[in-house]
């Protein structure tokens, strides 16, 4: 049997290049080489931990679903569905909490991190440890804004991965701690009811080096909650005036002179979307202390441009096809629910809960 590839995404909002370059391009690869059997879903019950407007949600599933078809993952390679489709998550969900503790949960850096971000505590207090975290997340008179779906968050997230009996996830660094955790549960699973049910899943390595797509504000990775990405869906003109107002210095002022960590980001960019030549011409260009800005950025908006307008075009006619989008979800959802039901049964049976009348 194929080894299990399983990623989710919550649907906050629209994918940007960062998504695609970093992962989307390489399940696309991966799934064309057909060594994998890949699952691919998006997490709409992770996203009700922030409570998004319910409109606001279906519109996001549904574009995102789009966005993954229009950048190439094909319904009849791999499994695509939406996490809520799966009946069989929620109900594993309840079960596995019966051996999750409440310490852990609050231990982890996400929940500490986004519960003190909705009370408005400082986050990441020097010399705190898990009882101040506790107390100021108990005592907070706001602290019906932190709901339980925000501390179980790790709880449905291994299920996520347990259910479909997954053996690689790709997960950046925030989410390891998470993957962790799943690993955890399933051995402590399997070691109170004595069986080699549960496997541990790993994190996917695609090989080589994993991919970090630089935002253009200067710093950091490209994210939506940092405002300096580039979305598959903008127009040209959007996409070319956002290229164009990217951090930049004065310009190195000796031949192979160091670059700032801006002009970092830039080449890095250009590597990711750029014919070697073009990169090579740019970069002798700099050393040579005769680069103009603003020829490496309309070069780089192109050269973006060739990726993303593709699939922009793509995604507006498949969001346009509620006959196609409906047939996708529900052959996904099929597909899934085949091999989480079976798994349901059986830990119901593990766990000693399968009525014994029927």
């Known amino acids: 049997m194929k080894k299990i590839v399983l990623s989710g995404i919550r649907p ?43 409109a606001v949600l279906h519109a996001n599933v549904r574009h995102i679903v789009a966005e993954y ?45 986004k519960a003190r971000k909705q009370l ?30 925000l501390l179980t968050y790790p709880t449905l997230m291994a299920v996520d991965i347990l259910i479909q009996h997954a053996d690689f996830v790709p997960v950046g660094k925030d989410q390891e701690q998470h ?21 541990e899943p790993e994190n996917f390595n695609f090989g080589g080096k994993p991919v970090k797509v630089p935002g253009l504000d200067g710093s950091g990775k490209m994210g939506k909650s940092e405002g300096n990405c580039i979305y598959l869906v903008d127009e040209d003109k959007a996409l070319r005036k956002k290229v164009m107002r990217a951090v930049t210095d004065s310009g190195p002022t000796e031949p192979n002179q160091p670059m700032a960590e801006p002009i970092e980001n ?10 070697p030549d073009v990169v090579e011409h740019f970069t002798t260009a700099y050393n040579n202390c005769e680069i103009r800005y603003g020829d490496l950025k309309k070069q780089l908006a192109e050269d973006i441009l060739k990726i993303t307008a593709p699939i922009r075009e793509r995604t507006r006619e498949i969001e346009n096809d509620d006959e196609y989008l409906a047939r996708v979800l529900k052959q996904g959802a099929e597909q899934a629910r085949e091999r989480a039901s079976k798994t349901l049964s059986e830990v119901r049976q593990i766990m000693g809960i399968t009525p014994f009348w029927k």
């Open 179 to 199: 993957l962790e955790l799943t690993r955890r549960f399933a051995r402590r699973f399997n070691s109170f009811y004595g069986v080699e049910y549960f496997k």
């Open 69 to 113: 078809l229009a950048a190439g993952l094909d319904p009849e390679k791999s499994t695509i569905f939406v996490q809520s489709d799966v009946p069989e998550i929620p109900e594993l969900y309840l079960l596995l909490n019966m051996h999750v503790g409440i310490g852990e949960l609050m231990r982890t850096a996400a929940f500490k991190d």
């Open 266 to 275: 830039l080449f890095t960019l250009l590597k990711l979307v750029s014919a």
């Open 120 to 149: 408005g505590i400082t986050v990441n207090k020097e010399g705190d440890d898990d009882s101040d975290v506790a107390r100021e997340i108990i005592g907070n008179e706001s602290n019906k804004r932190v709901n339980a779906g």
């Open 12 to 54: 906050t909002g629209q994918l940007h290049l960062g998504n695609y370059l970093g992962a989307l391009q390489k399940f696309v690869r991966m799934q064309q080489e057909g060594i994998y059997d890949s699952f691919f879903f998006i997490a709409d019950l992770h996203a009700l931990t922030t409570q998004p407007d319910p």
